[in-house]
């Protein structure tokens, strides 16, 4: 047990789940065929069911069905090929039907698991419980008038994939890792683009706390949160507040509580008595959702590639380290951009320039992989030039600048420059002839036993042919002249 | 007298030019002007240049040889149906100045086939009702009186009960109506038309306000068995913006009248029998089997076991699908809404304002039916019974084809009566509501007065998506029973 809290009664641990709500990509609603385009005008994207107008009917937006599919498989998890979709009950201004579709007792979507990396090198697999299809609701604005509350319906209607873990989690470290695990397969799939600060992923954060090998005790919910390092902090603070309730002697009520992060500490937002009664029921308005084997089937073959599997191909295939592969793979285009610079080449080498010199270079510049000014291409072309002897190492970190600077094509660079590697070794002779009438001191002292010199006369030597030589070349040449 | 048409009289006589569709128009407008005052069959009565140029656009089609299967009908709809640019008000104070930007499935397939709209025909609020009494724009009269009573005004039955009577006294020659318990059979029975609900999942519920989304269904309300096959097929169809409609070809349903129905099988239900059920009416219906004998259909008792359970299952069932259905109407996009200080207390003061006593009380029953705690004891458990009736419906049609039965217990009531006892009140829909929960078509044929001079039906129910075999039947009843009553007010009468 990694993350305990020092009680004055002993030791705590912590349990929690997470409910991730994810906006599922999709050109068009769950129900409806408005656009889900984020940051439209207001009211622009509504269609007279998203309204809920006297009459309107929901009908299924099958790529949404696609996308929880997909997701689904891509945390292991079961398909229900038959679901169903239930109204979820309440009045509130943003919610036009006065109730939400959603899917209560039959998701689309079973038991799944997500394995989650931790700092250490531990992984841990975390149990997910369910996925289910769910529309979102619209947007209030507060701030236009003193007096009035506005309504935008733009986001009401659009599909969340509501995915639950199993209360496996036990460190505020593990939330983090299983959130961007989570967001990290859900990027590679498509099916959600993670973005918490505009909202399309948000999490609900289940916490309670025990003494080791207890049953589970009451559990808070802290609604909405909307970044990782806010869940890992609310998270600590929601469980040392529990603590000390146990600890003087209370109970800790069953409620949801918000987290205030300018505060660092959660506080009451409805406690159970004010829990809603939901009055789920099947919505009559849909049939139950039924799925073929055979679609299910043909999404899977057509699922990408996801992170784990990657890994471990890069690892085998490239010849590289766990902790590399796991670099690369965090986000896809830099798995993209590193295999279009490794295929056919030396991948140690490559994963060297991406994660050294390229990200170095895009930190620096503000670019992202995605704008960067080095094509993968003309940084595979450079690995080509450095390969067939045409340049050396150290010549490759000035054309690597060059490229950053001018997004110049290498061979034109090293043209352009005369960066050209010396290969002809009686040029290198000559420099050697040079250095070594320069320092007639340091060859007495090496051929009296000084060894060390060596690498002087060979930096001696790159000076001399403007660090164009091929080192290799002038290492031998060097050794021979100089035990000659 | 052109009021007085079928709708297949009427398309023969378009077809042949011996009336045009702006004379057949003018005559039901005329009569509306004469009788709706007396009758508050319509809500809203389109504008008489809107109507005629509906008919003149009819006429010129019959020029051209391009008519559709209704074109230039006069019809009502009833004020359930969204109708783009009309006033649709659901008979509900929440939306009596509502105009939707958009027109039902329903109502565009039948103007799609030429039809005249005449107007909005008045209904119980939200189709809640059997006695159309509960309307915002005051109760409907029937058009019928009794014998005995001639100064009692009685109900038309509901919820289309503006149908109802707009077709029985000459205002429109046919109208659409929504059956959810029996909303289209019994205000036919009771008004001495044809009503056919047909299968649930047949006409697409876009653009008709819901009450009960599972059982909710469109259906013709006609002069003749013949004209209610005919509307039908013009209604009917695969909606793909409607997840509940049914993708099946619409058969030529009114081809199915006049069709031998020699060798029929033909279950009376005993659990129909109810005692207290009134002569009158057992007559009656004793009188349809002897007349489906004659016509060479073969008469056998079935048990539909589950039926006692039907009616309670139903007012579980619909109310609470009402209770979500409803929530919309929160006066914040559209319809009436009520200022007040806070989210809540709009919600509460437009609510409160926006709906009568009875759909208040159906909210307020299906909200408690679905609350915590007692979901499993009401909700699941009627939606268990609903599961039993309708298989008591498909065993017995393994041995039979239709079923026959009473259409309401009993004939048209007074206004008022009743209106003290929601139980009583809901007793009427005793004989249609299984076919609502099981979702098979029913038709009722009015068949004969009772001893007051009123009209009562016969219910005639098939397989799903049978529509065939029910019309056939009830185009054998309709043809022993030679039904020629006129309601005491009708556009014919003298002045």
Redesign the interface.
Known sequence: MSYVIEGQTGQWEIVVGLEVHAQVISHSKLFSGASTTFGGDPNTQVS?VD??????????NHECVAQAIRTGLGLNAQINLTSRFD?K?Y???DL????QISQFEHPIVGTGTIAIELANGETRSIGITRLHLEQDAGKLLHDQDPTK?F?DLNRAGVALMEIVSEPDIRAPEEAGAYLRKLRQILRYLGTCDGNMEEGSMRADVNVSVRKTGEPFRTRCEIKNVNSIRFVMQAIEAEAARQVEIWENGGTVDQETRLFDHTKGETRTMRSKEDAH?Y???PD????PLVLEQDWVDSLKAALPELPDAKRARFQQEYGITFYDAGVLVAEQAVADYYEAVARGRDGKLAVSWVTGDLFAALNRTSNTIETSPVSAASLGKMLDLIADGTINGKIAKEVFEDMVETGEDPEAIVERKGLRQVTDTGAIDAAITAVLDKNADKLAEYRSGKDKLFGFFVGQVMKETKGKANPALVNEALLARLNG | MLTGLTLTEARAGLAARSFSARELAKAHLDAIARLNPALNAYITVLPEETVLAQADAADARYAAGTAGLMDGLPIGIKDLFCTKDIRTTAASPILADFVPPYESTVTARLLKEGAVFLGKTNLDEFAMGSANTSSAFGATTSPWRRTDAPDVALVPGGSSGGSSAAVAAGLALAATGTDTGGSIRQPAAYCGIVGLKPTYGRCSRWGVIAYASSLDQAGPMTRSVTDAGLMLEAMAGFDERDSTSASRPVPAFHKAVGKSVKGLRVGIPTEYRAPGLPEDVLAMWEQGIAWLREAGCEVVDVSLPHTRYGLTSYYIIAPAECSSNLARYDGIRFGKRVDAPSLDAVYEASRAAGFGPEVRSRILMGTYVLSAGYYDAYYLKAQKVRTLIRRDFEQAFETVDVLLTPTAPSAAFAQGENQNDPVQMYLNDIFTVPASLAGIPGLSVPVGLNGAGLPLGLQVLGRHFDEETVLSVGGALEAAAGFAHRPTLHAGAGA
């Open positions: 007279l309204a809920a107008f006297p009459g309107m009917l929901p009908v299924i109204r009950n009045f509130y201004a036009p039907q006065g109730y509350s309504v009664d009055r789920y029921f009559p308005d849909l049939l």
